[in-house]
Structure formats: structure tokens, C-alpha cells
């Protein structure tokens, strides 16, 4: 099983349907009617009665965009000046007709506000669902494009078939385990995805050499973290792993001699990105469980013993100790 990690898109703003606009119909008149009743209480304090009127337009135009905001004032303008207008016929209250008049008035402001609103709301919907298409689309790419680099990779080194997406899977893991969440999550992902897509600028004949690499060809292997890095520069939806694949060869120790140096560039402990040394351990982890045509591959219990004796040295203690709890739960599958 492949592990692929996108980050969950929000899902699209849904229109609401003709039950939930009838419920919001009944509960703006419903408010609309407790406007109506202040209008009899207090006939002179048709001030603060508009404002109640206005709520719920308000409420409306923002759940049900500009449909809702139009038919809620429709409904608050029309209880408010039957309410008005009650108290001049039934109430008989003095004065009350001009305020049935400018009543009108207040019904075109109330039109007005729950018109702009709405069409407000409508356009802050419209406009985050073509983001959220937009952004699907560039997820989209980014894992052609991801895929196309991976298939190259692959074609060009024969030994990189399946060594990838083992790495990015259990990578991916340990960054759970070691609190890596949303995008520092998904940019770990793809850069343990490609971390080796720099060998596509190291010739054939080092990658496919039947054999231990002679000096001149372990520098030329050894370029492949800063030609990865310089391409993932260039494409900017995956920009962001670049410093992980820059320096997924680095030692924790920042040692620069031996068998194993870090490179290129020497640096060591936290000044080495997370993502780097979690692609290190589990990188190095699959290379010494794949047979090789110069040596065959470790047992599972010795590659483990071997990152225990470099815990602190060429790798982070915390990223090896992720990794082993990982492998006691779920076996390593090569």
C-alpha cells in the first residue's frame, strides 16, 4: 500500500436546500412578529423596534446570501408597518400615521441592508469555492508532477524502485509520532517522495556501477542532494522540501570524515531541518535492507542495531527512537 498525504480539502459550501430556507423563513417572521408585538408595547420607540427588524435580516443574509437577506426584509418591512399601521386602525394611537409613512422608508433601508449583505455573503461563498477548486487543481499537479519525477527517478536507477514511497511512508510517520501536523506534514511527505530525484543529474554508469564507487564517482553521487534541491527550487508547489532534500545527508554529529560524512554542507544537530534527518534514518534504514549488486541486504534486527549504535552520532536520537517504536508496531515491509 502506498501512502499518499494530502491535506484533507475543505469541503465546497453547499446551498442550502428549499427545507432549511422554509426553516429560516419561519424563524426570521417568527422574530419579524416579536418586532410587530414592541411596535403595540412601545409606539414611541419605533427606534429600537427597526433595530429587531434588522436582526434577523441580518442572520438571514448571511446564512442564505442574497435570496435570504431579500425575503427576510420583505417579510420584517411588510410586520412593520402592519403593526404600525394596526395601531392607527385598531388602537387609534395620535400620531402614529406619519410613522406608518416613514415606515416605508424604514422597509427600503431594511431591503437595502439585507440586499447588500446578502450579495456580500454570496460573493465571500462564490469566491472561496473557486478557491478551494483552485487549490484542488494545484493538488492535482503537485502529484503528477510528483508521480512523472518518481517514475524518471525509477527509470533512470533501478534500485530506487519501491525505495521512495517506503521512505516517504514510514518518513510520514515518524513526523506524526514527533508532532509534525498539516503542511510541515505534507511538505515531509514530498520531499521523502523525492528526495533522490537528483540522481536524474548523476550519470548512469555511477548509479548502475555493479560494484563499491571509486572516488571521483562517490563525488559525483554525492552532488545529487544539491541538484534535487536546485530543481524542486524551480516548481513552486514544492519549493518548500527543497531544504529537506538539500540535506538529507547530513550527520547529526556534523562529522565530515570517515566512512559516512555528512554533506554538503557540514552542518549538524537542529540546524538540520526535522524533515532532513527523518528522511535520513529511514533512507538509510532501506538501504541497508536492500540487497545491492555489491553486497546483500542486512537483516531487518541488524539495521535496526546499527541505528541504535549511531543513535547521536549520524543520526537525531529522537527521530531513530520514532522510528524503532514505528517498526515494533507495524513491521518494515521491503
Same mark, same amino acid.
Given at each position: 500500500?502506498?501512502?499518499?498525504?494530502?491535506?484533507?480539502?475543505?469541503?465546497?459550501?453547499?446551498?442550502?436546500?428549499?427545507?432549511?430556507?422554509?426553516? $429560516?423563513?419561519?424563524?426570521?417572521?417568527?422574530?419579524?412578529?416579536?418586532?410587530?408585538?414592541?411596535?403595540?408595547?412601545?409606539?414611541?420607540?419605533?427606534?429600537?423596534?427597526?433595530?429587531?427588524?434588522?436582526?434577523?435580516?441580518?442572520?438571514?443574509?448571511?446564512h442564505?446570501?442574497?435570496?435570504?437577506?431579500?425575503?427576510?426584509?420583505?417579510g420584517?418591512?411588510?410586520?412593520?408597518?402592519?403593526?404600525?399601521a394596526?395601531?392607527?386602525?385598531?388602537?387609534?394611537?395620535?400620531?402614529?400615521?406619519?410613522?406608518?409613512?416613514?415606515?416605508?422608508?424604514?422597509l427600503?433601508?431594511?431591503?437595502?441592508?439585507?440586499?447588500?449583505?446578502?450579495?456580500s455573503?454570496?460573493?465571500e461563498?462564490?469566491?472561496?469555492? =473557486?478557491?478551494?477548486?483552485?487549490?484542488?487543481?494545484?493538488?492535482r499537479?503537485l502529484?503528477?508532477?510528483?508521480?512523472?519525477?518518481?517514475?524518471a527517478?525509477?527509470?533512470?536507477?533501478?534500485?530506487? $524502485?519501491?525505495?521512495?514511497?517506503?521512505?516517504? =511512508?514510514?518518513?510520514?510517520?515518524?513526523?506524526?509520532?514527533?508532532?509534525?501536523?498539516?503542511?510541515?506534514?505534507?511538505?515531509?511527505?514530498?520531499?521523502?517522495?523525492?528526495?533522490?530525484? $537528483?540522481?536524474?543529474?548523476?550519470?548512469?554508469?555511477?548509479?548502475?556501477?555493479e560494484?563499491?564507487?571509486?572516488?571521483?564517482?562517490?563525488?559525483?553521487?554525492?552532488?545529487?542532494?544539491?541538484?534535487?534541491?536546485?530543481?524542486?527550487?524551480?516548481?513552486?508547489?514544492?519549493?518548500?522540501?527543497?531544504?529537506?532534500?538539500?540535506?538529507?545527508?547530513?550527520?547529526?554529529?556534523?562529522?565530515?570524515?570517515g566512512?559516512?560524512?555528512?554533506?554538503?554542507?557540514?552542518?549538524?544537530?537542529?540546524?538540520?531541518?526535522?524533515?532532513?534527518?527523518?528522511?535520513?534514518?529511514?533512507?538509510?534504514?532501506?538501504?541497508?535492507?536492500?540487497?545491492?549488486?555489491?553486497?546483500?541486504?542486512?537483516?531487518?534486527?541488524?539495521?535496526?542495531?546499527?541505528?541504535?549504535?549511531?543513535? $547521536?552520532?549520524?543520526?537525531?536520537?529522537?527521530?531513530v527512537?520514532?522510528?524503532?517504536?514505528?517498526?515494533?508496531?507495524?513491521?518494515?515491509?521491503?
Amino acid at each position: 500500500e502506498e501512502t499518499v498525504l494530502i491535506l484533507p480539502e475543505p469541503a465546497p459550501r453547499t446551498r442550502k436546500g428549499g427545507r432549511d430556507l422554509l426553516l $429560516g423563513t419561519w424563524m426570521v417572521l417568527a422574530a419579524a412578529a416579536v418586532g410587530l408585538v414592541l411596535v403595540w408595547l412601545l409606539p414611541r420607540g419605533n427606534e429600537w423596534t427597526t433595530l429587531v427588524y434588522l436582526l434577523p435580516i441580518l442572520w438571514a443574509a448571511l446564512h442564505y446570501g442574497l435570496r435570504g437577506g431579500i425575503l427576510a426584509a420583505s417579510g420584517s418591512g411588510i410586520c412593520h408597518l402592519l403593526g404600525l399601521a394596526g395601531l392607527v386602525v385598531l388602537a387609534g394611537v395620535p400620531g402614529i400615521g406619519r410613522e406608518v409613512w416613514s415606515g416605508r422608508a424604514d422597509l427600503l433601508i431594511l431591503s437595502l441592508a439585507g440586499a447588500l449583505v446578502g450579495w456580500s455573503r454570496q460573493r465571500e461563498v462564490r469566491l472561496r469555492e =473557486e478557491l478551494i477548486e483552485s487549490n484542488r487543481l494545484l493538488r492535482r499537479d503537485l502529484v503528477r508532477v510528483s508521480d512523472a519525477l518518481i517514475q524518471a527517478v525509477e527509470a533512470k536507477d533501478a534500485y530506487t $524502485g519501491g525505495h521512495l514511497r517506503r521512505v516517504s =511512508e514510514y518518513a510520514v510517520e515518524v513526523g506524526q509520532r514527533l508532532g509534525l501536523r498539516g503542511r510541515d506534514l505534507e511538505t515531509l511527505h514530498y520531499a521523502s517522495l523525492l528526495h533522490d530525484v $537528483g540522481k536524474l543529474g548523476v550519470p548512469e554508469s555511477v548509479l548502475r556501477k555493479e560494484g563499491p564507487l571509486d572516488d571521483h564517482e562517490t563525488g559525483l553521487m554525492r552532488q545529487h542532494p544539491e541538484i534535487g534541491a536546485r530543481m524542486l527550487e524551480r516548481l513552486e508547489l514544492l519549493r518548500g522540501a527543497a531544504p529537506l532534500v538539500l540535506h538529507h545527508q547530513e550527520r547529526f554529529d556534523g562529522e565530515l570524515d570517515g566512512q559516512h560524512p555528512g554533506y554538503p554542507g557540514g552542518i549538524a544537530g537542529e540546524q538540520i531541518p526535522l524533515g532532513a534527518r527523518i528522511i535520513a534514518v529511514v533512507d538509510a534504514f532501506d538501504a541497508m535492507t536492500t540487497t545491492r549488486p555489491y553486497r546483500e541486504a542486512l537483516p531487518l534486527e541488524e539495521a535496526a542495531s546499527v541505528l541504535r549504535r549511531e543513535r $547521536g552520532r549520524q543520526f537525531d536520537p529522537r527521530v531513530v527512537d520514532a522510528f524503532l517504536d514505528s517498526l515494533a508496531e507495524r513491521p518494515w515491509r521491503n
